[in-house]
């Protein structure tokens, strides 16, 4: 659909080129620690971002962020061997990768205590731990509600002690590849500033750690800062694993928070409204649960509980989360947490054993919820009030939101990219988590994929190898199919905002936690047709930096059909429901799930000539190392360590 031109596009032939050894995509925990780590071993890098403060990891946290590690206080026995178990037992995780997670991750968090991150020690200089959702042991550690966020700050300071510099107010519109088959590689990446100028980055090395896919979903609780930027690396070929597989849970809408541990525990009111949020409220769980007092409990073990668990789904905690997902998406309500007063035919009394006794054993038995939240932990209280929130005087909006993936692009024991060479995703992009892991599990994947990469890069591509031409013929391939799309949006009546909702509500809708073979393959139609529109109409575009905007949803657009894809391809697989997910039938009843498929891997390629592919792999296993001191010695003198992938 045409219309008048907007503004001038972007001129693709005033590209401004800048050459790095390693190019390090994307300023949070992973990306900071991948520079901090490949600069420590002499490697020339630089970090392009949109900025060091709109990531997720600076940007997000809970009422206590979990950081999971070996354990490292007391008697309790634990090994690398043990930690792997735990990581890869929900199934759909490859071994080796669960081996090494655990094997760099009391070097990743020894590096975090050497930077300053404040995680708690006794007088001895033992690292005290709690056990976190899926862990058997006492792993879990916390620096606060913003661990993440003061990982980041001591990384930037690191980064910048190293002089390593960073390009901030850069949105990367395409991931440069050369070569053919077996030898494609990275070799940089094409940048769109505020103003709408081309800026090139030639690189022998890509690390891409652009976080996970916040920009895909209406209900979610990434910052809308933080979009993620996997459809980049899609639409360049590189391969995925795990895409299904994902962790949504309750949070509240504005701010995006989740409502996790004492935000539940402390047993808030839950009630709903008609869409103007004011209009025929009804405590809506009290109808669902056999008595106010099996509801209450429930709402107590979300704290525990938090993510949104298939096996829950049916009588356990997480009928919650679909509850609220039915007014919500089904019924068009609106659904609101009062911590002002308790919920009606509240009796302390008659809370569960559990419920009851941690409440008594903490204190927090007053008479109201926002009090027994002050009581329980008043940093919580401080937390909304620090974002223009008070729970003592007004209710918080919620909706069940996407909060991780833990799918993402595949990538090997180094963490480079099973199929294209010389690009390194780590973090949340890295699609190394399976069905379910330990909760805290993923800033210590981001750690350690960053640090391995690194090893990699230092010890295998340290060297030049890129050839000019090859860069050249890359950049004005993109830069050819960016000015036909540039041409297409100056002239669009469709804006840009309009084309995000569009597939955000989708995926809310049919590619959150609830999903069905009729609605993902509904879905799916729609998303082609969608990403069709936008290649031949582009989105409008009204003023230099809404550029970015439109290139975002390219890649964005062209994410969703391939996440649907793959989670249309996984239900009609016979998976059933499983982690953060549950599948129903035409009737609305849950599927179960079939525990075969626990073992095997969701690979998906987008082909660069057109359409995707999915296939089902084997789990490759725990590896079974318990190596001879002598002879491992010789191979890691020799080198030999970087020749198993």
Known sequence: MRGGRSVAGPVPSRVRIARVHTLVIGSGAAGLNAAVQLRRRGIDVLIVTEGVDKGTSVNAGSDKQTYYKLGLCGAAPDSVADMAAA????????????????????????????????FPQDAYGQFPGYKTDNDPLRRA????????????????????????PVREGLSVTDLL??????????????????????????????????????GL?????????????????LRAGARAQGLP???????????????????????????????????????????????????????????????????RAERGSSRIDRLVYEEREVKGRRVFLDYRENAEGFDFARLSEEARGYLE?????????????????????????????????????????????????????????????????????NGSHGVGRPGGAALNA???????????????????????????????????????????????RWTWRACRDEFQRRMSRAGAHVRSEAALGQALAEAHAQNARLAADGCRVTRPSDWARAFENRQLCFAHEV???????????????????????????????????????????????????????ACRPLPQSDPWFETAWAAFARGDIFRQR
Not at 218 to 225: D, I, N, R
Not at 288 to 309: M, N, R, T, V
Not at 452 to 469: H, K, P, Q, T, W
Request: glycine share 10%.
């Open 87 to 118: 990581l890869c037992a929900a199934g759909g995780m490859h071994g080796d990768l669960a081996l090494a997670e655990a094997a760099g991750s009391a070097r990743a968090f020894f590096n975090l205590v050497s930077l300053g991150v404040p």
């Open 141 to 164: 550690t916390s620096a606060g509600p913003y661990t993440s966020r003061d990982m980041c700050r001591s990384l930037l300071v690191e980064v910048r002690r190293l002089k390593i």
């Open 177 to 214: 590849v050369c070569g053919a088959g077996s030898k494609r590689r990275a070799c940089g990446a094409l940048t769109l500033d505020a103003a709408g100028a081309w800026h090139a980055f030639r690189a022998e090395n890509v690390v891409f750690a652009s976080g996970g896919f916040g």
């Open 245 to 311: 597989e994902a962790q949504f849970g309750l949070a509240s809408v504005h701010p995006r928070w989740n409502v996790s541990g004492s935000y539940m525990q402390v047993v808030p009111r839950v009630f709903s409204t008609d869409s103007d949020g004011v209009s025929h409220p009804r405590e809506f769980l009290a109808e669902a649960f056999a008595s106010p007092a099996e509801a209450h409990s429930a709402l107590f073990l979300k704290g525990y509980q938090w993510p949104f668990d298939a096996s």
């Open 446 to 492: 981001g750690q350690v994929g960053g640090m391995r990469a690194a090893e990699y890069v230092a010890a295998v591509y340290g060297n030049a190898s890129l050839r000019a031409a090859d860069f050249s013929a890359a950049l004005e391939t993109a830069l050819e199919s960016n000015r036909r799309f540039a041409e297409r949006c100056a002239f669009s």
């Open 361 to 429: 054993r903490s204190g927090a038995v007053q008479t109201t919820p926002i009090a027994r939240l002050r009581k329980l932990n008043p940093g919580a209280v401080a937390l909304y009030r620090d974002r223009g929130v008070d729970l003592s005087k007004a209710p918080l909006e919620i909706a069940v939101c996407a909060q991780h993936n833990n799918g993402g692009l595949a990538a090997n024991l180094w963490w480079e990219s099973v199929n294209l060479q010389h690009f390194f995703p780590v973090g949340e992009v």
């Open 217 to 233: 979903y209406a209900a979610s609780v990434y910052p809308e800062t933080q979009l993620g930027a996997i459809g980049v690396a």
């Open 563 to 617: 996440y649907l894809s793959a989670q249309s391809f996984c239900v009609r697989s016979g998976v059933g429901s499983r982690g953060s997910s549950v599948v129903v039938d035409g009737q609305g009843r849950g599927v179960p799930e079939d525990s075969a498929f626990r073992a095997r891997v969701l690979e998906t390629l987008a082909r660069p000539g057109g359409g995707l592919r999915h296939r089902w792999v």
